[in-house]
C-alpha cells in the first residue's frame, strides 16, 4: 500500500511475500533508517542502534551490540539479576495474595530492575522517575510528529510545540543517566558482575574502532537497552498473562507443565527453562497476536530500486506491518485464535527467517535485544504460573477480560492488568 503523508512517499508492507523482498532479497537497500525529530534529540543524534543511519558506525556498534553486549555468555552472567528480581516481585505477591495488585506496575518495576542492574551494576534511585519518562517517551513515539512529515518546513517546530518537549524529555533523562554513572563511579566498579557500561567504557578506552565512542553514543546504547529491555519485555509479559487468563484451557496446559518440570525442586529458576516447551509456544502465541512494535520501525530506501513490478524511488519510507503479517489467513489457520500448539515441534522461531512470523523484525536492522529480553519474560511468567492461580478482582469473567491495545507504535494494554493471586500449595 503506497501512502503520501505530507511531503513524506511511505509505501506500507502487509504480506509476507513483500516483506521478504524488502527484509530479505533487498535488505541492504532497505537498511537505512527515515531522519526523525525525535531519535535525533532522544538519541543523542540517532547515534544508538535502532535508529542510526546505514553505515560503518552503525555496522560497528551491531558488532559489538550483538558480541559483546548480548552474546549468550553475557546474557547467561546476568542470570542471578533475573533471579533475585524475579524473587523479589514473587515475595510482594506472596504478602498480597488474595488482593487486588496493580501487576503491569511490578512487573513493569521488575523489568527495569533487571535492566538497570545488567546496565549498570546497580539498582539506581531514579527508578521510578525514569520509568514515568519512559512511559511519556513511549506515548511521545505513538504519534506522528509534524515536522518528520514536512521536512522542509523547518519553522513547523514553532506551532507545533514538539521539539521543546522533546528537548526538555531528553534533558531530565540525561541528568538520570548522569546520576547514575557518578554514582557507579563513586564505587570504584566494584558491582556484582560486569555491566553492559563497563563493556562500553572499555571499549571506547582501549578499542581502535574507527570512529571516537563518545559518552553520548554510550548513553543512546543504554536508552535502546532499557526500551527493549524493561519497556518491550514488561509488555510482553502483560499480553501473556492476559491471553492465558482469558483461555482457561491454556492456563491449566502451562500450570500444569510448569509445576511437573519444578515439581520436584519445590521452586522455579533459570535451570529447567528449555523444558518448558508449552510455555514457550505460549510466548510465541503471544508474539504473533501483539508484537512489541506492531509496525516495525521504518527503513528508508537508499537506491531506487523494484519491488513486485513498481518502481520505489530513493527516499522512500518503508514500514513493514508485523501486526497484520501474523493475522495473514493465508499463513494462520483461525489466525485470531489464541493457538499455542500451532508453534509445539514448529521450526519457526524468532530470528526473521519466516516472513510469516517477524515480531522482532528480519534482516540486518532486526532487534538484537531478543536474546536479553527472553530469560526474563520466561522465569518471570514461569513463577508467575508455578505459584499462584490468579482471578479477576470483584469475581470476574475471566474470557472477559479486558484486551484493548492501546493506540500507538508499540503494543501495550489500554488498561493496566489488575488480578488477584491465590496461593498455590507452593508457597
Not at 86 to 107: Q, R
Request: glycine share 6%.
Amino acid at each position: 500500500m503506497h501512502l503520501k503523508i505530507g511531503e513524506v512517499s511511505t509505501i506500507v508492507v502487509s504480506s509476507p511475500e513483500v516483506a521478504k523482498e524488502v527484509l530479505q532479497t533487498n535488505d541492504l537497500n532497505f537498511a537505512d533508517r527515515p531522519h526523525q525529530l525525535g531519535a535525533d534529540i532522544m538519541c543523542y543524534g540517532s547515534t544508538d542502534i535502532a535508529t542510526s543511519p546505514y553505515g560503518g558506525y552503525w555496522k560497528q556498534l551491531r558488532k559489538i551490540c550483538t558480541i559483546e553486549l548480548l552474546g549468550a555468555t553475557r546474557v547467561r552472567s546476568f542470570q542471578s539479576i533475573r533471579e533475585e528480581e524475579v524473587s523479589k516481585l514473587i515475595t510482594y505477591i506472596s504478602a498480597n495474595t488474595g488482593s487486588s495488585i496493580n501487576l503491569s506496575n511490578k512487573v513493569a518495576a521488575m523489568t527495569s530492575s533487571i535492566t538497570s542492574r545488567a546496565s549498570f551494576g546497580v539498582k539506581y534511585k531514579d527508578q521510578d522517575a525514569f520509568i514515568s519518562l519512559m512511559r511519556k517517551l513511549v506515548t511521545l513515539a505513538e504519534g506522528f510528529i509534524i515536522m518528520d512529515l514536512f521536512p522542509s518546513q523547518k519553522w513547523l517546530h514553532i506551532i507545533s510545540g514538539m521539539k521543546p518537549k522533546l528537548e526538555k524529555m531528553h534533558k531530565q533523562f540525561d541528568m538520570i543517566f548522569e546520576n547514575i554513572i557518578a554514582e557507579v563511579e563513586k564505587t570504584g566498579g566494584e558491582v556484582e558482575t560486569e555491566s553492559l557500561l563497563s563493556v562500553l567504557l572499555n571499549i571506547k578506552d582501549h578499542q581502535d574502532l574507527g570512529f571516537p565512542l563518545t559518552m553520548n553514543n554510550i548513553k543512546a546504547v543504554i536508552l535502546d537497552m532499557f526500551v527493549a529491555g524493561s519497556e518491550t519485555t514488561s509488555a510482553v509479559i502483560d499480553w501473556t498473562m492476559s491471553e492465558i487468563l482469558k483461555n482457561p484451557r491454556v492456563m491449566i496446559k502451562a500450570q500444569e507443565e510448569v509445576r511437573k518440570v519444578f515439581g520436584s525442586k519445590g521452586y522455579s529458576d533459570e535451570t529447567s527453562l528449555e523444558d518448558l516447551k508449552y510455555l514457550k509456544a505460549v510466548i510465541k502465541e503471544t508474539l504473533r497476536l501483539h508484537p512489541p512494535t506492531p509496525l516495525l520501525l521504518p527503513r528508508e530506501c537508499r537506491e531506487t530500486c523494484d519491488l513486485k513490478g513498481y518502481t520505489i524511488p530513493v527516499g522512500t519510507k518503508v514500514i513493514v506491518n508485523a501486526w497484520a503479517i501474523g493475522r495473514d489467513p493465508e499463513y494462520w489457520s483461525e489466525p485470531e485464535k489464541f493457538v499455542p500448539e500451532r508453534f509445539i515441534d514448529h521450526p519457526i522461531d524468532y530470528k526473521g527467517f519466516n516472513m510469516e512470523y517477524i515480531p522482532f523484525g528480519a534482516g540486518r536492522r532486526s532487534c538484537p535485544g531478543i536474546s536479553f529480553a527472553l530469560p526474563s519474560i520466561e522465569l518471570c511468567l514461569a513463577q508467575l504460573l508455578y505459584y499462584y492461580n490468579w482471578d479477576l478482582p470483584s469475581g470476574g469473567i475471566m474470557e472477559n477480560i479486558q484486551m484493548t491495545e492501546a493506540l500507538g507504535s508499540s503494543s501495550r494494554r489500554a488498561s493496566n492488568l489488575i488480578l488477584v493471586p491465590i496461593s498455590h500449595n507452593h508457597v
